[in-house]
């Protein structure tokens, strides 16, 4: 079945920066477009980052030019480069791969940012 996992949260100065991964299985990965979502304490999760089948990118405004979200389809692994971090951006990072066929979900990494 399909199975999400991601990696590589932690706790981060202000300022730092971070990689996420997110390694797919399952799925047939070249397929679905891949997100990423993220959930603050006490807030409802909130998209953050898409990366479609032929690599265009989309991003929320709250972290255009910080955040870069990159796929390497032969490793079926989505990438999120946080930089700048900011103690906002402490939060529980989720990972979706959604097609016209399936819609999934990671089980979360938490990014905690201390000022």
């Known amino acids: 079945q399909a199975q999400l996992v991601e990696s590589g949260g932690g706790l981060v100065q202000f300022g730092g920066s971070l990689r996420l991964s997110c390694a797919a299985s399952?799925?047939?990965?070249?397929?679905?477009?891949m997100g990423w979502y993220r959930q603050a304490p006490g807030k409802q999760r909130e998209w953050i980052a898409s990366?479609?089948?032929?690599?265009?990118?989309n991003y929320a405004d709250s972290v255009k030019g910080r955040f870069t979200i990159s796929r390497d389809n032969a490793k079926n692994t989505v990438y999120l480069q946080i930089d700048s971090l900011k103690p906002e951006d402490t939060a529980v990072y989720y990972c979706?791969?959604?097609?016209?066929?399936?819609?999934?979900w990671g089980q979360g990494t938490q990014v905690t940012v201390s000022s």
């Open positions: 990366i479609t089948r032929g690599g265009s990118t």
């Open positions: 399952g799925i047939i990965f070249d397929f679905y477009t």
């Open positions: 979706n791969a959604r097609s016209r066929t399936g819609d999934y």
